[in-house]
């Protein structure tokens, strides 16, 4: 990794002579796919650069200051000065992270963690790690500044897109009409076989400057280093071993210490006077000591505002129990008995109200639920599944709730129906002097439930009984030596946990005065927690790190204030890995304030199990406890090592004191049985005891294993028969006894079966100067599952004014940072606007649904950099080619499997009977005049607007006279001779047609062409230049209109408009006749040509033959039983393929009427299609993809408005959809079903399957079965094998046959390696031997292989191998099915899976590209359309966006992630663009090309694009 430093930068590598930029590349794809190691790569890489060394090291210095501006160095820590409060420690302490409302103002610079990341981060830095920028439109997010965007370098700043008045914006949110583009300068006559990949691997017509190849080139720079665990270098192909599963490290750090033995804490005292239940204990002192102070409640301001005392509590909760026992229902209905369930629902500042409710349904034997604000959804199903129907509420709750207009309480979503209770004294009825309370020794029975929730989102009750409740006061009393009449400061929440236990149960015990210090006091005043402490001499407070934190914050404002009272400080999170230095901190400050050390007392508490363990008040002068420092790396592995070697990676955690009185502890594995663990092992702590909770409410199975654990020894067999709890809390037991925790269940990361906890991961991220980018320090960590593994997801909320650079450098170094000190990868880092995470109660993050809204896509981030290429590290090993196999053992592997080899045809042409006609005329001039002549007012063509009018007819004789004239033309004006080329420049219609037989009659070429868009010049002129310059022609037809566009000024912008070729306008023609018509001298002779951009860019064109068309001609008619008396209908564009035939060959051959429907015409009326169809009772329509989708999108939820308009399809037999692609079966299902309503038979919609080299191999015709489908493998396809699977089956793709074989036609598929064919339902090449094959391609380098290769071809070996085939460049299988074709015969199925050369070569599998597409369009509602290509082995996902802005990021995680499942592979980019940027040609195909041509050249002018790293 040395040689790293003298890295050149892409500007230097793109100044390399072109052959020296090819053998990188080539070294690259070695490196990446494995063939090579990284030593050897550098050695061949350092050769071929050493010539250029020296120019490299000038021009870099220049590149590195560019790149410095992109990503700022690493800084050494810019902490602040330690203060004079602080003192140096020894001990390894973890700087104070923590979750808060309040920012986190100084780092301690003292503190190990930190020192570690700044460490981490400075290794780092010595590795120049230049990540590429993500690129930001300026309008996406108002949230942050616009000098923070970097424009491109050589650009002009984009348009904003948020003004409706740019050009740009106005006429992007509409595609543009469907246009042919082929790539800028590139002329591809030749087609497949010619190897593409240099045009794949270099920015071939990209200028190098161009932002977007520096950036994939940075992109690549950084995705060189080999990654951790070192992929295998050889793939055994087995396509059900997906995953490749991580070897265990054989240095892994295993335990070695003997079985633990549970640990007992102190026996529980025996106390004379202690109350038989806690109800009792309120009794005595309300009745005995009615003046005592109980609980004070304090005011917005923190000053005291009310304070209960013991009588007053004991009245107040006597009237409500019998209140809620008598007076809510009738006698003899009571709406409330003994043991049914009751919510609490009281805000967090009404501890009195509170805790009045509380003890009253104690004292009425009803089990109160506290829970927090009303309307979460979770909590509605706790209420539900508890049975509950009453909420005891204060007055002033009541109105804050949300009502319905007639003044009722709203239902909230998911909770069951509530009665509401008040529960102010003014509403409470007096019980009778002789009404007691049933107070009984505590037993077994339900005291109340306290909720949790789970890691999941979802929340459970934890029911605690009436005998742990006591037991539990008693324990803490005993451990916290707590006496009469001591003041307790109470800061956490009084409805659970600690707060509950220590502020409501325990004061109660002990006669003890309670002062609660709500959150939102907390809020406004950081020290009111010191401040009580100090003005009531209180001995105990109950906090957490956050509240130390505060406090430090804010100490500044009070000097004299003092802690010496302060007998111990409960710290109730010292589970925490930032608790310590949070304690150590706080006593640093507040030690000349009076505080004690052998104060702080850390605890760990669980819902399940109550308090775990707690930290006994020292005495003066005793040593304070033991902390350890463990080993990052050991813990991960669940192993206990002090760390020694690098202390970057330690983690420091101090103790919680020891196991509770009374109590007994063991810890147990984490996953599987309840194995105890070894004495230095990390497991979780189970706890035994009468003071733990008894069950979740409801849930029999889980309690199970939660609240009846019986360890097992290491031979499997139980120890004992005490059942424990467990805490879920993650620890061991040190020396002496001490409990140390080490993290949460709930926190559990398990990352290729190492373990990470979150807590300890979001520590490091504060870590990272976030002063300057993360709000109020609030970051989230959790874990989701992609493709077999846990992948680590860390969300940051990003302060307002955090520019871009400081983002995306705070989010590179976290990267680092983990990386360093956890070893892991972080799979996606997302930084969110401040203030948009969900909140807990109390002001923490929601993790659970911060992890729903990131998997749903609704998190919306301002900033993401996803890792896929670092994390993801068990994708199945790169496929290497097997040595290819000789024919001779194909053959005879053939034959002994019994496989009949892969064919199919049509009926044979030669036995169907033909009329005079054909045989008559061997030319379709002829047979025009023929027509002329014996029906001459037969009308063969009807025109249609897009109001469904006639604009214009052609009878027989009409066309003939038409195109006389047109061919007197070409003689006189345009002085042509048979044989020349002739361009027909028309909109879709009849003087197309005219024109087309005009070059027949007088011996000229026609060439059809697509004419340019008006509107759009600059992208489509180019392509018709193109294809004039490619045909040679002599002359160019068209109308006037078109003609002055040609000559415009616009056109001369785009152009070099004064060379065309003689330009010619038909509008108005002299009445002249021809002396004579031309006709050619042998049906061979060229009759016209095809010109098509292919999908990938090619523009091609063939030769079409007399012979050929006449025959094409003859097999429609056959396979669609076209005679004069038929009527049918064709929205389709007539340029090329079988649109051609159909629009412009095929009526004056069969002489049945074409309807011709213009489809650009229907995106003023979407009706038109149907509605001609069903005007004119048309029983065959022919239409495109691209118009079923606009009838399928625009019309989905106009059913009802087509019926009212009396439409109706019932009259059609076929629907077929012309297309040159796989069938899109889910379009063709969803049409279906859209007018199934209004009579569109199921079996009408079929497609048909044309190439270049034949345009029509495959239509379903009028007679023959239906279309079959088949569930095909889609991992199998990958690997060129078809495994049919049933419906439903993971990884299925459903193809459909692509209509019947045309008679005349046969097809076999063939190896396209080894040429050879194969057997059935094998995947291969599909060949075709027709008449009505073209007879070679038409290109500027007529190439002879090329030419052999593809029209006239042979089999390497078999029984077809004298036959001549075409090659047409689609993969496919042939599947004999259990139908019965016309001939009698079994019908062989023809299944087209897609293009050769649209295929993606990744990781040694072939991709389809829509595969990928269909996945990732089906991940978010605002995704409007998707294309795949790659460029330098990356794979990039263009996504148009068609919601709001703000969703672009959103996509980013969601395509990566669906792309990893469903296809095992990592997108390099993700592109998120306006709708209508993905260019569409005219039959409704994405041009992949094409967009990966525009989007290198930086002209897409993208909303967001990511490259993951």
Known sequence: MAERGLEPSPAVVAALPPEVRAQLAELELELSEGD??????????????????????????????ELRNQTPAPSAAQTSAPSKYHRTRSGGARDERYRSEFSLVRIYSEDIHTEAVQAALAKHKEQKMALPMPTKRRSTFVQSPADA????????????VTTTTSSSSSSSSIRPANIDLPPSGIVKGMHKGSNRSSLMDTADGVPVSSRVSTKIQQLLNTLKRPKRPPLKEFFVDDSEEIVEVPQPD??????????????KGEPLGVICNWPPALESALQRWGTTQAKCSCLTALDMTGKPVYTLTYGKLWSRSLKLAYTLLNKLGTKNEPVLKPGDRVALVYPNNDPVMFMVAFYGCLLAEVIPVPIEDAGGQQIGFLLGSCGIALALTSEVCLKGLPKTQNGEIVQFKGWPRLKWVVTDSKYLSKPPKDWQPHISPAGTEPAYIEYKTSKEGSVMGVTVSRLAMLSHCQALSQACNYSEGETIVNVLDFKKDAGLWHGMFANVMNKMHTISVPYSVMKTCPLSWVQRVHAHKAKVALVKCRDLHWAMMAHRDQRDVSLSSLRMLIVTDGANPWSVSSCDAFLSLFQSHG?????????????EAMTVAIRRPGVPGAPLPGRAILSMNGLSYGVIRVNTEDKNSALTVQDVGHVMPGGMMCIVKPDGPPQLCKTDEIGEICVSSKTGGMMYFGLAGVTKNTFEVIPLNSAGSPVGDVPFIRSGLLGFVGPGSLVFVVGKMDGLLMVSGRRHNADDIVATGLAVESIKTVYRGRIAVFSVSVFYDERIVVVAEQRPDASEEDSFQWMSRVLQAIDSIHQVGVYCLALVPANTLPKTPLGGIHISQTKQLFLEGSLHPCNILMCPHTCVTNLPKPRQKQPGVGPASVMVGNLVAGKRIAQAAGRDLGQIEENDLVRKHQFLAEIL??????????????????KGTTVCTASCLQLHKRAERIASVLGDKGHLNAGDNVVLLYPPGIELIAAFYGCLYAGCIPVTVRPPHAQNLTATLPTVRMIVDVSKAACILTSQTLMRLLRSREAAAAVDVKTWPTIIDTDDLPRKRLPQLYKPPTPEMLAYLDFSVSTTGMLTGVKMSHSAVNALCRAIKLQCELYSSRQIAICLDPYCGLGFALWCLCSVYSGHQSVLIPPMELENNLFLWLATVNQYKIRDTFCSYSVMELCT???GNQVEVLKTRGINLSCVRTCVVVAEERPRVALQQSFSKLFKDIGLSPRAVSTTFGSRVNVAICLQGTSGPDPTTVYVDLKSLRHDRVRLVERGAPQSLLLSESGKILPGVKVVIVNPETKGPVGDSHLGEIWVNSPHTASGYYTIYDSETLQADHFNTRLSFGDAAQTLWARTGYLGFVRRTELTAATGERHDALYVVGALDETLELRGLRYHPIDIETSVSRIHRSIAECAVFTWTNLLVVVVELCGSEQEALDLVPLVTNVVLEEHYLI?????????????????GEKQRMHLRDSFLADQLDPIYVAYNM
């Open 1193 to 1195: 999108k625009g019309l």
């Open 1467 to 1483: 997108v390099g980019v993700v592109v998120v663009v306006d709708p209508g940027v993905i260019p569409i040609n005219s039959r």
């Open 929 to 946: 005049q023929w027509r002329a002549q014996a029906t001459p007012d037969h009308v063969l063509f009807m025109l249609l607007n897009a």
């Open 36 to 65: 090579i190691t990284q030593k050897g790569y550098e050695k061949k890489r350092s050769k071929l650069l050493s010539p250029y060394s020296l120019q490299t090291q000038e021009t870099d210095s220049a590149v590195q200051k």
């Open 250 to 263: 054989p240095n892994q750090p295993k335990p070695e210490g003997r079985q633990m033995t549970p640990v």
């Open 595 to 607: 505080l004690k050390p052998e104060a702080i007392c850390p605890c760990a508490t669980s819902a």
């Open 149 to 160: 965007c970097t424009p491109p370098e050589n650009f002009s700043a984009p348009p904003d």
